[in-house]
Nanobody, 121 residues
Framework: QVQLVESGGGLVQPGGSLRLSCAASGNIFRINTMGWYRQAPGKQRDLAASITHNGDTNYAASVKGRFTISRDNAKNTVYLEMNSLKPEDTAVYYC???????????????WGQGTQVTVSS
């Protein structure tokens, strides 16, 4: 019913920048909170940043001041601008969105397929 397509991952040197995008499509009536999570090898998946429909943001302490989350409600897309990247930012990054499906009359969470971000010299 809902598809998420992520893009923008890759290999970057320490101190570099990347911009991730996650576009949602399908049977969407309304999107609530959109977020980016990340999972490093052997570790659990943790929240990096989230943004509500009204634009209120929340960041993990480890990325605050370096990452910026934003959204375009008209395009059902969430972005993650990542600056001053460090090797410890290396992980698979997943977007997650809360979607109201009008046909079912309920909210559901959907995950993207993940995009690899590698920070290495």
């Amino acid at each position: 019913q809902v598809q998420l397509v992520e893009s923008g991952g890759g290999l970057v040197q320490p101190g570099g920048s990347l911009r991730l995008s996650c576009a949602a499509s399908g049977n969407i009536f309304r999107i609530n909170t959109m977020g980016w999570y990340r999972q490093a090898p052997g570790k659990q998946r943790d929240l990096a940043a989230s943004i509500t429909h009204n634009g209120d943001t929340n960041y993990a302490a480890s990325v605050k001041g370096r990452f910026t989350i934003s959204r375009d409600n008209a395009k059902n897309t969430v972005y993650l601008e990542m600056n001053s990247l460090k090797p410890e930012d290396t992980a698979v990054y997943y977007c997650k969105i809360g979607v109201y499906i009008i046909s079912s009359g309920s909210w559901s969470d959907y995950w993207g397929q993940g995009t690899q971000v590698t920070v290495s010299s």
